[in-house]
């Protein structure tokens, strides 16, 4: 999923560069590509046994750094109506069972 949704940052970025806080310095693209590339990045190295456990660990990474993100997708869509506020407000709390996965992977995986 994480290769996929990186290569979508490429393939269709507007809606990812709505997302962005406008409060970061730069372009809102720049921040568009670079998350697909860490999208990308993390999930090759989860797909390779030998660098799963570091995929894992950038995953925990990756995770906590969008979170701003949906944060900010949560106040820009709070005017648009109440089907658009419970699916932004719904996926703050879905970051916590993808941390958690991302830990499992990391501690069951063989050093």
């Known amino acids: 999923m994480l290769v996929g949704m990186g290569a979508l940052h490429f393939v269709a970025p507007k809606p990812f560069d709505t997302i962005v806080p406008a409060e970061l ?3 809102a693209r720049v921040y568009t590509h670079a998350s697909g590339v860490a999208e990308v990045a993390t999930g090759a190295l989860l797909l390779v ?8 660990l950038a995953a925990i990474a990756l995770y906590l750094a969008v979170f701003p993100a949906n944060v900010n997708m949560v106040r820009l869509w709070w005017s648009k109506g109440w089907p658009a506020r419970v699916g932004a407000i719904a996926r703050l709390p879905l970051q916590v069972p993808m941390v958690m996965q991302a830990l499992k992977v990391y501690r069951n995986t063989p050093r």
């Open 25 to 27: 310095p730069g372009s």
């Open 49 to 56: 046994p030998r660098t799963r456990r570091l995929g894992a």
